[in-house]
């Protein structure tokens, strides 16, 4: 990204990190880079993270990193002058680029809940949906993870500065599976697991200790849910409702993973 001048030499890109709702963990996940954050920090002028600093700087902003989903009306506008400020807008996480865990209020009538929860109901302004960010405004970047990788997102933040398009993986997480020597955990342990369907970018942090992946980095380009769940219900015999609930995790908004748990409903 080409950077301008001002009397003192030339001008830093300014980065902001915005939340919605969401856990912070995408953010905190920029925070964990230590000592590649402190090379952001001299590359960049950091205009705005509340999880990092009180300071503000005023718009336009270069980049916009954007944590969480939309699911109040306030949400809703503010993504807006959000989007209106940032010349690139990234979406980091799966509540941003999916809906995160909240989207399961999705297949449900929300009043029912804010009832049981809340002494005053009447209090709680919430939209019927949680919904990614891309339903609202453009977005340039996605990167998926509940949390993001920390090293995707230092990818991701030099390369959009640098003017290059992100060098981002996404093969489905079977293949780095067999990279890494681990044992299937469907085919020897009968474990339902998402990785044949899941993109990859964990580092197989589930697999790699002989858990099944739960898909926090969503469906790959093209997935074979339909595939999978036969595999599921024939071959290991669960249920519709175990393969449903099994597509509805953290991810279970997304296109592919939704369209296939509402057939199992």
Known sequence: ??????????????????KFSSCDGCQLSLLDCE????????SVDIAYFLEATRAELP???DVSLVEGSISTPHDAERIHKVRRQ????VTIGACAT????????????????????????????????????QDHVKVDFE????????????????????????????HGQCIDCKRQGNVCVMVAHGQPCLGPVTQVGCGTL??????????????????????????????????????????????GYADAFRKESEIHE
């Open 86 to 89: 940032s010349k690139l807008l």
């Open 206 to 251: 589930c697999p790699g200790c002989q858990r099944a992946c739960y898909g926090c980095f969503g469906p790959t380009e093209t997935p074979n849910t339909a595939s999978l769940a036969r595999w599921l219900g024939d071959r290991q015999g669960h249920g519709k409702r175990e393969v449903k609930h099994l597509f509805r995790g953290f991810t």
């Open 59 to 61: 718009g336009p902003y």
């Open 98 to 133: 999916s809906g995160g865990i909240q989207a399961l209020r999705n297949f449900k009538d929300l009043d029912p809940f804010i009832n049981a929860v809340y002494a005053h109901p009447e209090y709680i302004d919430s939209l019927a949906k949680s919904t990614p960010i």
């Open 35 to 42: 000592d590649e954050l402190l090379t952001v920090a001299d």
């Open 1 to 18: 990204m080409a950077k301008g001048k001002t009397n003192s030499g030339p001008r830093k890109p300014k980065l902001a990190v915005w």
């Open 143 to 170: 990167l998926r993870g509940c949390p993001i990788d920390k090293g995707q997102l230092l990818e991701v933040i030099n390369a959009l500065l640098n003017g290059r398009k992100p060098n981002i993986a996404t």
